[in-house]
Protein backbone atom coordinates (compact mmCIF):
# COMPACT_ATOMS: atom_id res chain seq x y z
CA UNK A 1 0.00 0.00 0.00
CA UNK A 2 3.29 2.61 0.94
CA UNK A 3 4.58 1.79 -2.29
CA UNK A 4 1.46 2.13 -4.57
CA UNK A 5 1.13 5.20 -2.44
CA UNK A 6 3.82 6.60 -3.45
CA UNK A 7 3.84 5.74 -7.45
CA UNK A 8 -0.03 6.96 -7.28
CA UNK A 9 1.51 10.77 -5.45
CA UNK A 10 3.58 11.32 -8.70
CA UNK A 11 0.89 10.65 -10.86
CA UNK A 12 -2.03 12.35 -9.03
CA UNK A 13 -0.34 14.01 -5.42
CA UNK A 14 -4.57 14.34 -4.47
CA UNK A 15 -4.95 10.52 -5.36
CA UNK A 16 -1.81 9.33 -3.51
CA UNK A 17 -2.40 11.35 -0.19
CA UNK A 18 -6.46 9.44 -0.34
CA UNK A 19 -4.63 6.22 -0.44
CA UNK A 20 -1.90 7.38 2.56
CA UNK A 21 -4.99 8.44 4.56
CA UNK A 22 -6.81 5.04 4.08
CA UNK A 23 -4.24 3.06 4.90
CA UNK A 24 -3.36 5.07 8.25
CA UNK A 25 -7.15 4.33 9.42
CA UNK A 26 -7.12 0.86 8.23
CA UNK A 27 -4.22 0.11 10.48
CA UNK A 28 -6.07 2.29 13.20
CA UNK A 29 -8.82 0.07 13.04
CA UNK A 30 -6.78 -3.31 13.02
CA UNK A 31 -4.90 -1.99 15.87
CA UNK A 32 -8.14 -1.09 17.92
CA UNK A 33 -7.41 2.02 18.05
CA UNK A 34 -9.15 4.20 20.59
CA UNK A 35 -11.06 7.74 19.93
CA UNK A 36 -8.32 10.16 21.01
CA UNK A 37 -5.76 7.91 18.32
CA UNK A 38 -8.62 8.16 15.68
CA UNK A 39 -9.17 12.36 15.97
CA UNK A 40 -5.59 12.85 16.64
CA UNK A 41 -4.93 10.74 13.16
CA UNK A 42 -7.96 13.14 12.09
CA UNK A 43 -6.20 16.65 12.91
CA UNK A 44 -2.99 15.58 11.90
CA UNK A 45 -3.67 14.72 8.40
CA UNK A 46 -5.86 17.40 7.95
CA UNK A 47 -4.06 20.12 9.24
CA UNK A 48 -6.51 21.43 11.69
CA UNK A 49 -8.34 20.90 14.92
CA UNK A 50 -10.27 17.66 14.68
CA UNK A 51 -13.09 16.97 17.17
CA UNK A 52 -16.21 14.71 17.49
CA UNK A 53 -18.88 15.36 19.94
CA UNK A 54 -21.60 13.01 21.11
CA UNK A 55 -23.48 15.19 23.36
CA UNK A 56 -26.29 12.15 24.30
CA UNK A 57 -23.21 9.91 25.46
CA UNK A 58 -21.45 13.01 26.92
CA UNK A 59 -18.34 11.99 24.89
CA UNK A 60 -16.07 15.51 23.72
CA UNK A 61 -12.20 14.49 22.24
CA UNK A 62 -10.55 17.58 20.74
CA UNK A 63 -6.79 17.46 19.16
CA UNK A 64 -4.91 19.62 17.90
CA UNK A 65 -2.79 19.54 14.21
CA UNK A 66 0.35 19.14 16.41
CA UNK A 67 -1.38 15.98 18.30
CA UNK A 68 -2.11 17.98 21.70
CA UNK A 69 -5.48 17.75 23.20
CA UNK A 70 -7.39 20.75 23.94
CA UNK A 71 -10.92 21.88 25.75
CA UNK A 72 -13.74 21.77 22.67
CA UNK A 73 -16.14 24.90 22.82
CA UNK A 74 -19.45 25.25 20.68
CA UNK A 75 -18.71 23.92 16.79
CA UNK A 76 -19.09 25.97 13.81
CA UNK A 77 -21.88 25.36 11.16
CA UNK A 78 -19.10 25.92 8.84
CA UNK A 79 -16.95 23.29 9.51
CA UNK A 80 -16.24 20.48 7.80
CA UNK A 81 -18.63 17.72 9.36
CA UNK A 82 -19.50 14.13 8.77
CA UNK A 83 -22.34 12.05 11.28
CA UNK A 84 -20.66 8.99 13.43
CA UNK A 85 -23.88 7.11 13.99
CA UNK A 86 -25.30 9.79 16.49
CA UNK A 87 -21.99 11.80 16.76
CA UNK A 88 -20.17 14.06 14.83
CA UNK A 89 -17.10 14.53 13.44
CA UNK A 90 -15.21 17.96 12.92
CA UNK A 91 -12.22 19.44 11.15
CA UNK A 92 -11.89 22.76 12.22
CA UNK A 93 -11.74 24.52 8.73
CA UNK A 94 -14.36 25.98 6.27
CA UNK A 95 -16.10 23.67 3.86
CA UNK A 96 -16.60 22.53 1.42
CA UNK A 97 -13.83 19.62 2.26
CA UNK A 98 -11.41 19.07 -0.57
CA UNK A 99 -9.98 15.38 -1.75
CA UNK A 100 -7.91 15.24 1.15
CA UNK A 101 -10.28 16.27 3.83
CA UNK A 102 -13.25 14.28 2.02
CA UNK A 103 -11.36 11.05 2.76
CA UNK A 104 -9.99 11.74 6.14
CA UNK A 105 -13.84 12.72 7.22
CA UNK A 106 -14.85 9.29 5.42
CA UNK A 107 -12.32 7.05 7.10
CA UNK A 108 -11.68 8.60 10.40
CA UNK A 109 -16.06 8.64 11.18
CA UNK A 110 -15.99 4.84 9.58
CA UNK A 111 -13.11 4.22 12.43
CA UNK A 112 -14.61 6.55 15.05
CA UNK A 113 -18.27 4.55 14.73
CA UNK A 114 -16.80 1.13 15.21
CA UNK A 115 -15.56 1.90 18.45
CA UNK A 116 -18.80 3.81 19.44
CA UNK A 117 -20.75 1.12 18.00
CA UNK A 118 -19.00 -1.39 20.43
CA UNK A 119 -19.02 0.89 23.60
CA UNK A 120 -22.52 1.87 23.21
CA UNK A 121 -23.74 -1.69 23.13
CA UNK A 122 -23.38 -1.05 27.36
CA UNK A 123 -27.05 0.69 26.57
CA UNK A 124 -27.98 -2.43 28.38
CA UNK A 125 -27.76 -2.26 31.71
CA UNK A 126 -28.01 -5.28 32.92
CA UNK A 127 -24.84 -6.66 31.37
CA UNK A 128 -22.89 -3.12 32.70
CA UNK A 129 -24.18 -3.58 36.28
CA UNK A 130 -22.61 -7.32 35.64
CA UNK A 131 -19.41 -6.45 34.64
CA UNK A 132 -18.91 -4.36 37.74
CA UNK A 133 -20.14 -6.75 39.88
CA UNK A 134 -17.39 -7.78 42.21
CA UNK A 135 -19.54 -10.54 44.03
CA UNK A 136 -19.85 -12.48 39.93
CA UNK A 137 -17.67 -15.11 38.33
CA UNK A 138 -14.82 -13.92 36.83
CA UNK A 139 -16.08 -16.08 33.40
CA UNK A 140 -19.35 -14.49 33.57
CA UNK A 141 -18.19 -10.38 34.01
CA UNK A 142 -15.48 -11.48 30.81
CA UNK A 143 -18.39 -12.85 29.08
CA UNK A 144 -20.55 -9.86 29.55
CA UNK A 145 -17.64 -7.66 28.93
CA UNK A 146 -17.18 -9.12 25.54
CA UNK A 147 -20.63 -8.59 24.54
CA UNK A 148 -20.18 -4.97 25.35
CA UNK A 149 -16.96 -5.16 22.66
CA UNK A 150 -14.60 -5.15 25.49
CA UNK A 151 -11.90 -7.89 24.68
CA UNK A 152 -9.93 -8.94 28.58
CA UNK A 153 -6.92 -7.14 27.38
CA UNK A 154 -8.57 -3.76 26.62
CA UNK A 155 -7.89 -1.19 28.78
CA UNK A 156 -10.84 0.36 30.29
CA UNK A 157 -12.11 2.39 33.18
CA UNK A 158 -15.38 3.01 35.28
CA UNK A 159 -17.33 6.29 35.82
CA UNK A 160 -19.50 7.11 38.86
CA UNK A 161 -22.06 9.37 37.64
CA UNK A 162 -24.22 11.83 40.04
CA UNK A 163 -27.34 9.92 38.77
CA UNK A 164 -25.82 6.54 40.41
CA UNK A 165 -25.22 5.23 36.68
CA UNK A 166 -22.17 3.81 35.74
CA UNK A 167 -19.98 4.66 32.66
CA UNK A 168 -17.66 2.10 30.89
CA UNK A 169 -15.19 4.11 28.83
CA UNK A 170 -12.13 3.09 26.72
CA UNK A 171 -8.46 4.43 28.25
CA UNK A 172 -8.32 6.69 25.22
CA UNK A 173 -11.90 8.48 25.64
CA UNK A 174 -12.37 11.58 27.94
CA UNK A 175 -14.52 11.95 30.88
CA UNK A 176 -18.08 12.88 30.57
CA UNK A 177 -18.37 16.87 30.26
CA UNK A 178 -20.03 19.12 32.25
CA UNK A 179 -21.26 16.40 34.73
CA UNK A 180 -20.56 15.51 38.14
CA UNK A 181 -18.36 12.18 38.09
CA UNK A 182 -16.34 9.99 39.94
CA UNK A 183 -13.06 8.40 37.76
CA UNK A 184 -12.21 4.90 38.57
CA UNK A 185 -8.63 3.85 37.89
CA UNK A 186 -7.83 2.27 34.15
CA UNK A 187 -6.96 -1.86 34.07
CA UNK A 188 -8.05 -4.56 32.29
CA UNK A 189 -11.42 -5.76 31.94
CA UNK A 190 -11.21 -8.11 34.94
CA UNK A 191 -10.40 -4.85 37.08
CA UNK A 192 -13.36 -2.82 36.38
CA UNK A 193 -15.16 -3.76 40.05
CA UNK A 194 -12.23 -1.96 41.78
CA UNK A 195 -12.49 0.48 39.05
CA UNK A 196 -16.04 1.28 40.10
CA UNK A 197 -15.54 0.79 43.89
CA UNK A 198 -12.98 3.69 43.63
CA UNK A 199 -15.23 5.20 40.92
CA UNK A 200 -18.09 5.73 43.53
CA UNK A 201 -15.52 6.72 46.22
CA UNK A 202 -14.22 9.61 43.96
CA UNK A 203 -18.04 10.90 43.53
CA UNK A 204 -18.17 11.28 46.86
CA UNK A 205 -15.42 14.35 46.92
CA UNK A 206 -17.19 16.18 44.16
CA UNK A 207 -18.86 19.35 44.55
CA UNK A 208 -21.54 21.04 43.05
CA UNK A 209 -19.26 23.80 41.88
CA UNK A 210 -21.23 26.79 43.54
CA UNK A 211 -20.98 29.20 46.38
CA UNK A 212 -22.70 26.63 48.80
CA UNK A 213 -20.68 23.81 47.69
CA UNK A 214 -17.49 25.08 45.72
CA UNK A 215 -15.00 22.62 44.39
CA UNK A 216 -14.32 20.30 41.71
CA UNK A 217 -17.32 18.43 39.55
CA UNK A 218 -15.19 16.07 38.47
CA UNK A 219 -12.83 13.93 40.87
CA UNK A 220 -9.98 11.06 39.72
CA UNK A 221 -9.80 8.43 41.93
CA UNK A 222 -5.81 8.24 41.21
CA UNK A 223 -5.78 11.79 42.87
CA UNK A 224 -7.17 10.67 45.59
CA UNK A 225 -4.36 9.10 47.59
CA UNK A 226 -4.85 8.90 51.45
CA UNK A 227 -7.87 11.10 51.31
CA UNK A 228 -10.09 7.70 49.89
CA UNK A 229 -9.31 6.57 53.48
CA UNK A 230 -11.71 9.13 55.06
CA UNK A 231 -14.56 7.80 52.83
CA UNK A 232 -14.69 4.98 55.34
CA UNK A 233 -15.06 7.54 58.29
CA UNK A 234 -17.71 9.06 57.02
CA UNK A 235 -20.92 7.03 57.13
CA UNK A 236 -24.71 8.27 56.70
CA UNK A 237 -25.72 10.00 59.49
CA UNK A 238 -22.19 10.12 60.95
CA UNK A 239 -21.15 12.81 63.37
CA UNK A 240 -19.55 16.13 61.47
CA UNK A 241 -15.93 16.61 63.23
CA UNK A 242 -16.04 20.29 65.24
CA UNK A 243 -13.74 21.63 61.99
CA UNK A 244 -16.47 20.57 59.46
CA UNK A 245 -18.95 22.52 62.07
CA UNK A 246 -16.61 25.00 61.88
CA UNK A 247 -16.92 25.54 58.30
CA UNK A 248 -20.58 25.55 58.16
CA UNK A 249 -20.67 28.32 60.67
CA UNK A 250 -18.31 30.64 58.31
CA UNK A 251 -20.59 29.59 55.80
CA UNK A 252 -23.68 31.03 57.13
CA UNK A 253 -21.73 34.71 57.98
CA UNK A 254 -21.26 35.63 54.09
CA UNK A 255 -21.79 34.25 50.60
CA UNK A 256 -18.14 34.22 49.21
CA UNK A 257 -16.83 32.57 52.50
CA UNK A 258 -16.78 28.98 51.09
CA UNK A 259 -15.37 29.89 47.73
CA UNK A 260 -12.64 31.53 49.35
CA UNK A 261 -11.64 29.12 51.53
CA UNK A 262 -11.97 26.46 48.80
CA UNK A 263 -9.61 28.83 46.38
CA UNK A 264 -7.08 28.99 49.80
CA UNK A 265 -7.16 25.32 50.07
CA UNK A 266 -6.45 24.29 45.98
CA UNK A 267 -4.05 26.97 45.23
CA UNK A 268 -0.49 27.53 45.98
CA UNK A 269 -0.41 30.24 47.42
CA UNK A 270 -2.81 33.47 48.82
CA UNK A 271 -1.86 35.43 45.33
CA UNK A 272 -3.00 32.85 43.44
CA UNK A 273 -6.12 32.24 45.53
CA UNK A 274 -6.48 35.49 44.62
CA UNK A 275 -6.26 35.33 41.05
CA UNK A 276 -8.79 32.31 40.46
CA UNK A 277 -11.21 34.46 43.17
CA UNK A 278 -10.41 37.47 40.74
CA UNK A 279 -10.33 39.99 43.61
CA UNK A 280 -7.01 41.83 44.99
CA UNK A 281 -4.92 40.42 47.06
CA UNK A 282 -5.84 42.94 50.02
CA UNK A 283 -9.70 42.26 49.58
CA UNK A 284 -8.53 38.14 50.21
CA UNK A 285 -6.33 39.56 53.29
CA UNK A 286 -9.34 41.07 54.67
CA UNK A 287 -11.76 38.14 53.54
CA UNK A 288 -9.18 35.53 55.82
CA UNK A 289 -9.23 38.25 58.79
CA UNK A 290 -12.93 37.79 58.94
CA UNK A 291 -12.77 34.01 58.13
CA UNK A 292 -9.79 33.06 60.46
CA UNK A 293 -11.68 34.09 64.27
CA UNK A 294 -14.73 32.04 63.38
CA UNK A 295 -12.35 28.82 62.39
CA UNK A 296 -10.54 28.66 65.15
CA UNK A 297 -7.48 28.58 63.38
CA UNK A 298 -5.02 30.02 60.93
CA UNK A 299 -5.12 28.93 57.08
CA UNK A 300 -2.45 30.78 56.15
CA UNK A 301 0.37 28.52 57.39
CA UNK A 302 1.05 25.35 55.93
CA UNK A 303 -0.35 23.34 58.82
CA UNK A 304 -3.65 24.93 58.59
CA UNK A 305 -4.20 25.02 55.01
CA UNK A 306 -3.93 21.13 55.57
CA UNK A 307 -6.83 21.15 57.92
CA UNK A 308 -8.93 23.48 55.74
CA UNK A 309 -8.56 21.07 53.28
CA UNK A 310 -9.38 17.90 54.94
CA UNK A 311 -12.37 20.05 56.14
CA UNK A 312 -13.52 21.00 53.05
CA UNK A 313 -13.04 17.00 51.93
CA UNK A 314 -15.00 15.80 54.80
CA UNK A 315 -17.82 18.18 54.78
CA UNK A 316 -17.99 17.03 50.83
CA UNK A 317 -18.42 13.12 51.76
CA UNK A 318 -20.83 14.43 54.36
CA UNK A 319 -23.06 16.53 52.15
CA UNK A 320 -22.95 13.24 49.76
CA UNK A 321 -25.61 11.39 48.63
CA UNK A 322 -23.92 8.15 47.41
Do not use: N
Not at 163 to 175: F, I, K, M, Q, W
Not at 181 to 196: D, H
Amino acid sequence: MKDLAVRLAALDPDAGAALRVIAYFDRLTEARAGLQTIVRGAAVLAGCPARLTDDPHRIQVRVQPDGASSPAGEPDPAWMSAPVGGATLWLERPGPPGPVEAMVLERASAAAKAILDRTRRQADPALSELVIDATAAEPLRLQAAARLGHKPTDRVRAIALDDGTAVLLPESAGPPPATRAGIGPTGPVASLPESWAAARIALRFTAEGTEQDPGRRIVHADDLGGLALLATAVTPGSEPIPDVRALERAAATTPWMLTTLDAVAETASLRAAATALRVHHSTLQDRLAHAIPVLGWDVRDPRGRLRLQLALALRRLHRSRH
